[in-house]
């Protein structure tokens, strides 16, 4: 069995036509199934739907063979256990501070609000600045609205969100996208199946 994970919404959405030129084909949708592990057209490939945030972790342990994380997700969770072949360059975004339009920039100690903790820390420092970092899981936007922070780091993709809620991108952490990561030991016991795919993926990435 080949276990695959994916999370859903955008992630999932746009690794359908990347698995579909493998010949990967879900026989249940997401959308409309509550099913976390998804049968495909293969008897011996599946997929399980879990949170972004989970993806390392249950490939890290094994627990699926393959996943499909964003680049954000896969340094926030550190780990040197996973071989990463393949950036597959989708769910493209970019990581960014954002703050309340027109705010000016705090000279002195900085309260960011993100999920991003330890990516969050590492910007900070490297620019030279005080930061205290607090964890939320969500409506990150909402952090310097009601004064819980006076910036944020999230993931930007049309700015959308952040217009919205009355913020506007600032400095740009990093370029994001998703990126096929293996478990180290399936690499090598499952390689005549996974290197195929692999290569695959490769092929249609090349063809885009
Ligand atoms: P937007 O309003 O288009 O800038 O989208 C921003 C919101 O969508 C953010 O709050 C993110 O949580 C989410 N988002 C956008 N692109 C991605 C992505 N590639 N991966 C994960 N989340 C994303």
């Known amino acids: 069995m080949l276990t695959i994970a994916v999370s859903k919404g955008r992630i999932?959405?746009?690794?359908?036509?990347?698995?579909?030129?493998a010949n990967i084909i879900p026989i249940d949708d997401p959308k409309t199934s509550r099913k976390l592990i998804l049968r495909t057209n293969h008897d011996n490939v599946q997929l399980v739907?879990?949170?972004?945030?989970?993806?390392?972790?249950?490939?890290?342990?094994?627990?699926?063979?393959?996943?499909?994380?964003g680049?954000?997700?896969?340094?926030?969770?550190?780990?040197?256990?996973?071989y990463e072949p393949l950036d597959l360059k989708i769910a493209c975004c970019k990581l960014m501070t954002a703050a309340p339009k027109g705010a000016p920039n705090i000279s002195g100690r900085v309260r960011v609000a993100t999920k991003y903790i330890k990516t969050a820390e590492r910007y900070f420092a490297s620019q030279g600045i005080?930061?205290?970092?607090?964890?939320?899981y969500g409506a990150m936007e909402l952090a310097p609205l009601v004064g819980l922070a006076d910036c944020i780091v999230d993931v930007v993709d049309t700015g959308n969100t952040l217009r919205a809620n009355g913020l506007?991108?600032?400095?740009?952490?990093?370029?994001?996208?998703?990126?096929?990561?293996?478990?180290?030991?399936?690499?090598?016991m499952k390689h005549s199946i996974i290197q195929p795919l692999i290569d695959q993926f490769e092929k249609t990435l090349a063809e885009r």
Request: aromatic residues 4%; proline residues 4%.
């Open 130 to 136: 005080q930061a205290e970092i607090i964890k939320l």
């Open 71 to 82: 680049k954000d997700v896969l340094i926030e969770h550190d780990s040197d256990n996973l």
């Open 168 to 188: 506007e991108p600032r400095e740009l952490i990093m370029d994001i996208s998703s990126r096929l990561v293996v478990n180290k030991a399936s690499m090598k």
């Open 49 to 69: 739907i879990i949170r972004a945030t989970d993806v390392p972790t249950f490939v890290e342990y094994g627990a699926a063979d393959l996943g499909i994380a």
């Open 12 to 21: 999932y959405d746009d690794a359908l036509p990347l698995l579909a030129e």
